[in-house]
């Protein structure tokens, strides 16, 4: 019963504030204040909120998980991996604190321990942001056919993640593979609605045809131009 007034009542702040007072440790009902602290930009109290999730239960991720999320929007994602990593050693393995280790590894520039943390996880998810990070590292060795696997993978897993596209995109244009090239944009087009770079490398894409015209075109059509100036 309590799940599904959470969910019909999913962003009344009042309701689960009212709920709080009745339970004051109802750990979906803290979970759902937090997360509606951090939408309302209030880190503090959003903090507080998931500190006490991870005294009420310690076994449960959601409060390793938002606590870590706060200190990486604090700037301290040195703080966050700690966070997460004491999950995941000492609790419970888990896709999504896995996923956030992965990220914050990558936004600190770690990116030896970022290639070992994947290499030893990917194998057990389907997940699209490790398939993307794969791709990422292995760019960074010049492992190009290695890469456009993994960000082919990543793009199957989620067709909405644009990161993946982005850099497949710059694998086939660097290499002149122009018809992998103009498939993807065209893919990407329809997934993709008022996207600055998928303007630019449709533009590329004609022009390394050598269709001068039709890339200038496409660059200064009256409605790619507000997008591409916005």
């Not at 759902?32 to 507080?48: C, M, P, Q, T």
């Not at 990593?85 to 936004?107: Q, S, W």
């Not at 056919?145 to 993640?161: C, D, G, P, Q, V």
Request: aromatic share 14%; proline share 0%.
């Amino acid at each position: 019963m309590g799940e599904k007034i959470i969910n019909k009542k999913s962003n009344d702040k009042y309701f689960y504030q009212n709920l709080l007072k009745k339970d004051p440790n109802n750990y979906e009902v803290i979970l759902k204040l937090g997360l509606i602290d951090v939408k309302e930009n209030n880190f503090s109290s959003a903090k507080n909120k998931f500190e006490k999730l991870i005294k009420i239960d310690i076994n449960k991720y959601e409060g390793y998980l938002n606590l870590s999320n706060i200190y990486s929007l604090d700037g301290e994602a040195f703080k966050a991996i700690g966070i997460l990593n004491d999950y995941l050693n000492n609790i419970d393995e888990n896709e999504e604190v896995v996923t956030a280790i992965a990220v914050n590894l990558l936004n600190v520039d770690k990116l030896n321990d970022l290639e070992k943390h994947i290499n030893k996880y990917i194998d057990r998810y389907e997940n699209h942001t490790l398939c993307y990070l794969k791709g990422f590292i292995l760019t960074k060795t010049d492992k190009i056919s290695e890469s456009e696997y993994y960000f082919k993978k990543s793009i199957s897993l989620n067709f909405n993640f644009w990161n993946s596209y982005d850099f497949l995109l710059k694998q086939y244009e660097k290499q002149s593979k122009l018809k992998d090239f103009k498939n993807l944009i065209d893919t990407a087009k329809k997934i993709f609605k008022n996207n600055a770079k998928l303007i630019y490398y449709e533009s590329l894409y004609f022009f390394r045809e050598k269709d001068y015209e039709k890339s200038f075109k496409i660059l200064t059509n009256n409605e790619n131009e507000q997008i591409l100036l916005s």
